[in-house]
């Protein structure tokens, strides 16, 4: 691949790039649930998307296939996984220990954060690494914001997924070596635990017909 074809995607590599970090505050900010995992969702669609634009080598095949497994599985089958077991739950709000507004302002915060520590680590080594660990560090503090202030474990699991597509997404610069395994083993991993956690939200539901956090504190021998 010629050096001209990459430059001219630069462009929509940050339009893709802000998109995501909109992404992260829209969760932070969102009071249900669906909006939750459409958000989710469409972030990895939009993460599914990046290899096309990362890859300078020249096999053609290559970034195809990566984009269509990661778009598939972040963009379609994660997040319908997320919409079956919420409708086996009763409807509830998002109910952050904080609220959305204050969760919003702390993750620009880390936003800022993730700006300063780019232009401080001085990560030159790799030109796209430099250009998406600001967003990827965003992403991932915005999982763990997530998974800490969040009463519900299903909530929980909306956090820990964006905390892996901020792993993934720091994995990406990556493409044009062609780590193809690694990524499927990732990928792997995370699909596991998704169903593993999945089943645990509604075995908890079933027990103690609640998947409130806070009711596991009382819990005794």
Same mark, same amino acid.
């Given at each position: ?7 001219? @995607?630069?462009? +929509?590599?940050?339009?893709?790039? $802000?998109? !995501?970090?909109?992404?992260?505050? @829209? ?6 649930r669906r909006v939750c ?10 993460? $599914? ?6 890859? %300078?080598?020249e096999t053609a095949i ?5 984009? #269509? ?6 963009? &379609? ?5 997320? +919409?079956?077991?919420?409708?086996? =739950?009763?409807?509830? #709000? ?11 302002? !702390? ?7 993730? =700006?300063?520590? #780019?232009?401080?680590? $001085? ?6 690494? @430099? ?10 503090? #915005? ?7 969040q009463r519900t474990a ?20 990556? !493409? ?9 083993? &990732? ?6 635990? !998704? ?14 017909? @609640? %998947? ?10």
């Amino acid at each position: 691949m010629s050096g001209v074809p990459f430059f001219s @995607s630069m462009g +929509w590599l940050h339009v893709i790039l $802000g998109f !995501i970090v909109l992404t992260d505050l @829209s969760l932070l900010a969102a009071e249900h649930r669906r909006v939750c995992i459409r958000l989710i969702a469409l972030q990895g669609m939009l993460l $599914g998307a990046l290899p096309l634009l990362m890859h %300078t080598g020249e096999t053609a095949i290559y970034p195809w296939v990566v984009a #269509a497994i990661f778009f598939g599985t972040k963009g &379609i089958l994660l997040p319908w996984l997320l +919409w079956r077991t919420m409708k086996q =739950l009763p409807f509830s #709000a998002m109910r952050p220990y904080v609220g959305s507004t204050v969760c919003v302002l !702390i993750g620009l915060c880390g936003f800022m954060l993730s =700006l300063w520590l #780019a232009g401080r680590l $001085g990560l030159t080594f790799n030109a796209l690494f @430099s250009q998406v660990f600001p967003t990827s560090f965003t992403t991932i503090f #915005a999982g763990l914001l997530l998974i800490v202030t969040q009463r519900t474990a299903l909530n929980q699991i909306f956090g820990y997924l964006v905390l892996e597509n901020g792993i993934y997404l720091l994995n990406v610069p990556m !493409i044009q070596y062609e780590n193809l395994w690694l990524e499927l083993s &990732i990928l792997l991993d995370i699909l596991v635990g !998704i169903f593993v956690m999945g089943i645990a939200v509604l075995h908890i539901y079933r027990v103690f017909e @609640s %998947t409130d956090v806070d009711r596991f504190a009382v819990l005794r021998d």
